[in-house]
């Protein structure tokens, strides 16, 4: 596996930390513990998947008296809610101490937990974003008939204050879901078939292996290729894998040695995608701001060119400071059109256009071709 460290900026001398970054490791023990001996301030974005504390009472069969292969292992066992609570206080203030200032947490739970970590979250002062519901489509059924079938999760997204400027891919969202905005609940198929993980006796490797699909949603839409993902709860490595393919570095945190074993050989047999394959589709919000001015001093509009609305009701002439003059209305690209219709506010980029060679286009394919020479490839961030 590739490993390398980051150096950490900002420390005081007094700081009993490291300053390197474990980045593409795994590291062993308790998570509480190994996040208090990470540089603070160091991490970008957290994928949480706690111990659900199911509260099992005894084992559950099938109809035909078959055993299900239920989440019973030890680390999933509390001696109370008060224990869990605490357990929860704990490793949340330990990953808030470690995000960045404009650094987001994602926390996936069950009805057994997730209402009790929304709490803790919102105590520790994380800012809750969203609440996300993970419907799965092939859902284990309800055997003993007495409940609804469970057939979702939560995830809780929250940033670290309600002062962060967390990343959100909005446009890539979008895109991955055919130019349709990306909503909150979100339809997904359990972790089966090729992608379940086997150990040595071909047993599930993970009781409860997350899919691929929802990290790589959730690491598409909420960080950025460089970026460094923490998974306290690490398992057979899904968030590392996802992060790595996607060109983010991770860390992760495990307790249980043949988790470890299972996750180690995981992520040596993925790639990370080519850098080309890492762009995304951008918001407009975050891309370079272009003066209407700077098209009039290129010369790509000249002072006195006319220039018509969309619908070819209304024309302004340019003039040589980048405003518009039609009549006596004068203004930036934006006032004109807005005043000239009425409205409350205008997108004057999308609404003026010029004509050449007897075609109508929209003065927007000249800003686009002043930040196309710019050559930047901003960081998203939403204003």
């Not at 603070?40 to 099992?56: C, K, M, R, T």
């Not at 071909?202 to 790589?216: I, M």
């Not at 006596?328 to 609404?351: D, F, M, R």
Request: hydrophobic letters at 35%; glycine letters at 8%; proline letters at 6%.
């Amino acid at each position: 596996m590739m490993t390398k460290t980051k150096s950490r900026s900002g420390a005081g001398p007094n700081m009993a930390v490291p300053m390197t970054l474990p980045l593409n490791q795994i590291l062993s023990g308790d998570c509480i513990e190994q996040m208090n001996r990470l540089p603070e301030g160091s991490v970008d974005l957290i994928f949480a998947d706690p111990p659900y504390n199911l509260q099992l009472r005894g084992d559950l069969h099938r109809p035909d008296n078959s055993r299900v292969d239920a989440v019973d292992d030890a680390w999933d066992q509390f001696a109370s809610f008060e224990s869990y609570d605490r357990f929860t206080r704990d490793w949340l203030a330990a990953a808030r101490r470690l995000l960045k200032p404009n650094g987001a947490i994602w926390v996936i739970g069950s009805y057994h937990n997730i209402f009790r970590v929304g709490a803790e979250l919102q105590n520790a002062g994380y800012w809750i974003l969203n609440d996300v519901v993970w419907r799965k489509v092939n859902p284990m059924p309800n055997f003993r008939g007495k409940r609804l079938t469970n057939a979702h999760e939560t995830l809780i997204w929250a940033s670290k204050s309600e002062a962060s400027r967390y990343t959100f891919n909005y446009e890539a969202l979008k895109a991955l879901n055919d130019g349709v905005q990306m909503r909150s609940d979100w339809s997904l198929p359990l972790c089966t078939g090729h992608e379940r993980l086997k150990d040595a006796e071909g047993q599930k490797a993970h009781p409860t292996q997350k899919p691929e699909s929802l990290l790589h949603r959730i690491i598409l839409g909420t960080t950025n290729p460089g970026d460094v993902v923490l998974d306290p709860f690490f398992g057979t490595g899904t968030t590392g894998a996802v992060a790595k393919m996607l060109g983010r570095d991770f860390i992760g945190i495990e307790r249980e040695e043949a988790y470890r074993t299972v996750a180690t050989a995981r992520l040596d047999r993925v790639r990370r995608f080519d850098k080309s394959a890492l762009e995304v589709t951008t918001s407009r919000r975050a891309e370079p701001r272009v003066p209407f001015g700077q098209v009039v001093e290129r010369g790509m509009l000249r002072p006195g060119e006319e220039l018509m609305s969309q619908n070819g009701r209304f024309r302004a002439k340019v003039r040589a400071d980048g405003t518009l003059i039609a009549h006596e209305t004068k203004g930036s690209i934006h006032q004109v059109g807005a005043t000239l219709e009425g409205a409350p506010s205008c997108n004057g980029w999308t609404y003026w256009h010029y004509k050449r060679e007897g075609k109508m286009i929209p003065i927007d394919l000249l800003r686009q071709q002043i930040r196309a020479e710019m050559d930047i490839v901003p960081a998203v961030r939403p204003n």
